[in-house]
């Protein structure tokens, strides 16, 4: 059955980068898009971007342009989130999805903690 | 772009119906028949329940539908049962965007 499974939790110091995988199996990796997901304690879901892993294609949200970095080799995706603030500090998920962003599958999620 | 409107809570006795609303753009909802509505129950990973504006995800109870209207997309669980009790969030396409809805708490009665 199709997986997503993600890497351990973090914990990191202000300013510093953190970087989460997503390791897929059991689909054509290059057929779906991975979305990156997070969701701060008590929070609802924010969308941080997505990666088109048939050809590295990336659209970020406005608010993390600069910041994340998503990029993919033959069956994970990577998401690096850098200048981590304590308010990053959050679940981090990704998932599979069409084009028109359905997503069927998604990761443990992952938690990074940001604290000084 | 903003997030999509959702109330912060709905509830509802079990057996009746309850629908959530999810109020968007026409350059996000209103634009595409492309929103998707996840439910998250606690300390678990979203699950996908409704995509394409009203269909179902594999194995989702047909207690569960969507539609749309405008800019307003909606969610109605019928025939509420004790395990409908979650969150919910609505999604849009929006071109080279996803907007997520700031979710809804549904509690059965």
């Known amino acids: 059955q199709v997986q997503l499974v993600q890497s351990g939790a973090e914990v990191k110091k202000p300013g510093a980068s953190v970087k989460v995988s997503c390791k897929a199996s059991e689909y054509t990796f290059t057929g779906y898009y991975i979305h990156w997901v997070r969701q701060a304690p008590g929070q609802g879901l924010e969308w941080m971007g997505r990666?088109?892993?048939?050809?590295?294609g990336t659209n970020y949200a406005q608010k993390f342009q600069g910041r994340v970095t998503m990029t993919r080799d033959t069956n994970t995706a990577y998401m690096e989130l850098s200048r981590l603030r304590s308010d990053d500090t959050a679940v981090y998920y990704c998932?599979?999805?069409?084009?028109?962003?359905?997503?069927?599958?998604w990761g443990q999620g992952t938690l990074v903690s940001v604290s000084s | 772009q903003s997030a999509l409107t959702q109330p912060p809570s709905a509830s509802g006795s079990p057996g009746q119906s309850v629908t959530i609303s999810c109020t968007g753009a026409?350059?996000?909802?209103?634009?595409?028949?492309?929103v998707s509505w996840y439910q998250q129950h606690p300390g678990k990973a979203p699950k996908l329940m409704i995509y394409e504006v009203s269909r179902r995800s594999s194995g989702v109870p047909d207690r569960f539908s969507g539609s749309k209207s405008g800019n307003t997309a909606s969610l109605t669980v019928s025939g509420l049962q004790a395990e409908d009790e979650a969150d919910y969030y609505c999604s849009s396409y929006a071109g080279s965007n996803t907007l997520f809805g700031g979710g809804t708490r549904l509690t059965v009665l």
């Open positions: 990666i088109n892993p048939n050809n590295d």
């Open positions: 026409s350059s996000d909802v209103g634009g595409y028949n492309y």
């Open positions: 998932a599979r999805a069409d084009f028109w962003s359905a997503s069927d599958y």
